[in-house]
């Protein structure tokens, strides 16, 4: 079969070996393949990711000489069963880009054992694969893996409706982050990036704010109030003051009874959508005091930041990758019944033969935001949406 290979940070079609399903997995023809940052950053920076990954555990992420199918969003048509497997062929599904190869659990795309859907076809797991539901457009379904993404990083960042979600970064993963925060009702959503084209797009998704940072910082929201350290300071002495001004007043009592109900001081929740060195130290010395700081940009190199300026804030770092099974699930039942609409971000169509363009187009934030890979799409140019 055609496939798209990764090798050297070259990006070539080749023929290579069909996949053959195991127990209990799927053959698909891949209909569509959403083109994902995470893809562009392992053309050239493999041997870092995974030397990082391998510190985890995992030690067969692909590196730069390895031979590469990449593509892990894909929405396909079931064409063979392996023994075990029920989903009938024909059926048209997405399913999360993990499976059983080689003698072990791979990451579909990411390793040399286990191709991705940048080719004809793609080998899943029926175990976690889904039916798309309601005649769901075929590209909006591709898009149900890195929406997952964006819908994991909003449960993981624990946004309170009333409170203040600021979003650094309008790439496709922080556009789905902020299409996710609206559909969980966070009512006051800020994005900031420096590119026109992207601002329009974080509109378009929902957010309620939209910032160039080039002019105004994204943390200054207005009607909403953030603490500076002279400010907490007034605070605790201003409190402390009316509060032992009242005879017999049990103070302590009246504080720990504010801290149950969350009266006290607290900040933003924001998203680093971004992943490049700089960021995060960049928000720690931005973001109010009391920010909840919930890293989702892969930074594929080193970085540094500065831990006073965390401390001196009391700021909290999350850090989240992918998605649990309910969440990928449920991301498809959003798309489908129409809750979240990521269609703004599709931007572009290609064949399997103008892939290597499409990697070249997306770095011009301007041009486009996602290009889905159609391996039956004749010709090597980028069509447009």
């Known amino acids: 079969m055609r496939a798209v290979v990764c090798q050297n940070g ?5 023929d290579v070996a069909p996949p053959e399903p195991g127990r209990g997995q799927l053959v698909l023809d891949v209909l569509a393949c959403g083109i994902c940052g995470s893809d562009l950053h392992a053309r050239h920076h493999a041997d870092e990711a995974g030397e990082a990954i391998a510190a985890s555990g ?3 992420f692909m590196r730069g000489t390895d031979a590469v199918v990449l593509g892990h969003e894909f929405c396909g048509e079931v064409v063979e069963a392996g023994r075990g497997a029920r989903i009938r062929p024909g059926t048209r599904v997405v ?6 190869a080689h003698g072990g659990v791979h990451l579909t795309g990411l390793t040399p054992k286990l191709g991705g859907g940048y080719a004809e076809q793609v080998l899943v797991q029926q175990a976690l694969t889904f039916p798309v539901p309601n005649g769901l457009d075929t ?3 591709a898009m149900t893996e890195p929406m997952a993404v964006a819908l994991h990083a909003v449960r993981r960042g624990a946004v309170a409706r ?3 979600a600021i979003v650094i970064g309008c790439g496709p993963i922080g556009l789905g982050v902020i299409a996710m925060l609206k559909a969980q009702g966070v009512r006051t959503v800020v994005a900031s990036d420096f590119s026109p084209a992207r601002r329009a797009l974080a509109e378009r998704m929902g957010a309620d704010v939209v910032v160039d940072p080039s002019l105004d910082s994204p943390y200054e ?7 500076d350290a002279p400010g907490l300071l007034e605070l605790a002495v201003g409190s402390m003051e009316k509060l032992r001004a009242v005879p017999l007043l049990p103070w302590h009592h009246v504080m720990r009874a504010a801290e149950r109900l969350g009266a006290g001081p607290s900040g933003p929740v924001v998203f680093e959508c971004v992943g490049v060195p700089g960021m995060l130290d960049g928000v720690l010395e931005a973001a109010p005091l009391y920010s909840r700081v919930v890293v989702v940009g892969v930074c594929m190199g080193q970085d540094s930041l500065r831990p006073a300026l965390g ?3 009391e700021i909290e770092l999350r850090f989240v990758l992918g998605y649990t099974p309910v969440e990928f699930a449920e991301t498809l039942g959003l798309l489908a019944d129409g809750t979240v609409d990521p269609r703004p971000l599709l931007t572009g169509r290609v064949g399997l033969d103008g892939v290597a363009e499409a990697f070249t187009v997306l770095g011009d934030p301007e041009a486009h935001a996602k290009i889905m890979v159609r391996p039956q799409q004749v010709g090597g140019g980028v069509s447009p949406v």
Do not use: W
């Open 139 to 141: 590209d909006i379904a």
């Open 10 to 14: 070259d990006l070539e079609v080749r």
């Open 311 to 313: 401390i001196n804030k």
């Open 162 to 164: 009333g409170q203040v």
């Open 221 to 227: 929201v207005p009607g909403a109030r953030f603490l």
């Open 95 to 100: 399913a999360m880009p993990i499976a059983r």
């Open 58 to 60: 995992y030690a067969d």
